[in-house]
T-cell receptor
């Protein structure tokens, strides 16, 4: 069925290093993909999205890469900071409006 | 301030009772969503609505019901038919590609 999954459930990164969070998806019909950040006890916050006709998009300290050949999505966070500690979810939109989430990766930052 | 509001933040109910979770948005968004999140898990889609008076089942709709009589409101009823209703419930509305989430309602059924 439709699914969005993640390769790594937890990721520990040294402060100042770059973080890479990966995601696999299974539905070729998805027209865009989104990364969300969720802090404990709160609702997810939008980070960045990418349309299916793109392979790279950059934001402030974040870059999302999309490889449709292998159905893989990644989020790169540059110069990781303590405030980046959270659970990160990828999600895909199945047209017209069905947004499906993956299982999440917890990012922890080592001082 | 514009936003999406879920109430209450914490809710306790006895087993066998129906309970309705509120979700209100003043962002003028057409699409709204309900997700369920269990501890250490991702978000699973319960129901979504693309426009007023219309809604579709998500992946785990059994034991839940919704209505969309107004653009601003998308209440979720957790019925007694839901086998394991204790969870964190998240509502969202969407503009373009960005979904805006409420702060969630933590439902505990005892």
């Amino acid at each position: 069925g439709e699914s969005v999954g993640l390769h790594l459930p937890t990721l520990s990164v040294q402060e100042g290093d770059n973080s890479i969070i990966n995601c696999a998806y299974s539905n070729s019909a998805s027209d865009y993909f989104i990364w969300y950040k969720q802090e404990s006890g709160k609702g997810p916050q939008f980070i960045i999205d990418i349309r299916s006709n793109m392979d790279k998009r950059q934001g402030q300290r974040v870059t999302v890469l999309l490889n449709k050949t292998v159905k893989h999505l990644s989020l790169q966070i540059a110069a990781t900071q303590p405030g980046d500690s959270a659970v990160y979810f990828c999600a895909e939109n199945l047209p017209p409006s069905k947004i499906i989430f993956g299982s999440g990766t917890r990012l922890s930052i080592r001082p | 301030d514009g936003g999406i509001t879920q109430s209450p933040k914490y809710l306790f109910r006895k087993e066998g009772q129906n309970v309705t979770l509120s979700c209100e948005q003043n962002l003028n968004h057409d699409a709204m969503y309900w997700y369920r999140q269990d501890p250490g898990q991702g978000l699973r889609l319960i129901y979504y609505s693309q426009i007023v008076n219309d809604f579709q089942k998500g992946d785990i709709a059994e034991g839940y019901s919704v209505s969309r009589e107004k653009k601003e409101s998308f209440p979720l009823t957790v019925t007694s038919a839901q086998k394991n209703p204790t969870a964190f419930y998240l509502c969202a509305s969407r503009k373009g590609t960005e979904a805006f989430f409420g702060q969630g309602t933590r439902l505990t059924v005892v």
